[in-house]
T-cell receptor, first 110, second 112 residues
Framework: DAKTTQPPSMDCAEGRAANLPCNHS???????VYWYRQIHSQGPQYIIH???NNETNEMASLIITEDRKSSTLILPHATLRDTAVYYC???????????FGAGTTVTVRA | NAGVTQTPKFQVLKTGQSMTLQCAQD?????MYWYRQDPGMGLRLIYY???????DKGEVPNGYNVSRLNKREFSLRLESAAPSQTSVYFC???????????FGPGTRLTVT
């Protein structure tokens, strides 16, 4: 399984875009990139996933580099409620199991 | 639609005691999972059930057993609790042919 590397923490100003990087240099061609987040004491929440094209939904955008060795999760207008731990996970599409690393602790400041 | 529910929310056990953590989902999902999260760490998969009638070990299955009672319910049993099993336990479910897992609120277990 491809491993991921994320910065341990980052700060973001409220109302600004938050760009969360993730390195996955050993990713295989059939592995997807997933992002989840965990707000303090709650269960994780799915955000978005992608294979090689950029993806956007109501929560965020996912930008995957052409060589697929890294990706960036973009929260377009961060709010205080976006303060959470964000996990970047790489998995094949039919693999039922998720493996969560330490993630990035994002703190949105007013 | 309650989503994924877990009982109890909190539990304190003495070493050697047994207990069962309950999980239920009302979304008609095929797959269900049990994870544990130790302080300051990410979640680790204990057991999962890809579909009703099947269960498989995850990353850290030792000391646990599971039962997929029916499509809705997936329970996790600690036969002889140890202090190393002090953790927050999360249950999750996933619909067939989709990628997103839905998590419950967690059970906070302390073993003294």
């Amino acid at each position: 399984d491809a491993k991921t590397t994320q910065p341990p923490s980052m700060d973001c100003a409220e109302g600004r875009a938050a760009n969360l990087p993730c390195n996955h240099s050993t990713i295989s061609g059939n592995e997807y990139v997933y992002w989840y987040r965990q707000i303090h004491s709650q269960g994780p929440q799915y955000i978005i996933h992608g294979l090689k094209n950029n993806e956007t939904n109501e929560m965020a955008s996912l930008i995957i580099t052409e060589d697929r060795k890294s990706s960036t999760l973009i929260l377009p207008h961060a709010t205080l409620r976006d303060t959470a731990v964000y996990y970047c996970i790489v998995r094949v599409s039919n693999d039922y199991k998720l493996s969560f690393g330490a993630g990035t602790t994002v703190t949105v400041r007013a | 639609n309650a989503g994924v529910t877990q009982t109890p929310k909190f539990q304190v056990l003495k070493t050697g005691q047994s207990m069962t953590l309950q999980c239920a989902q009302d979304m008609n999902h095929n797959s269900m999972y049990w994870y544990r999260q130790d302080p300051g760490m990410g979640l680790r998969l204990i057991y999962y059930s890809a579909s009703e009638g099947t269960t498989d070990k995850g990353e850290v299955p030792n000391g646990y057993n599971v039962s997929r009672l029916n499509k809705r319910e997936f329970s996790l049993r600690l036969e002889s609790a140890a202090p190393s099993q002090t953790s927050v336990y999360f249950c999750a479910s996933k619909p067939a042919q989709q990628y997103e897992q839905y998590f419950g609120p967690g059970t906070r277990l302390t073993v003294t």
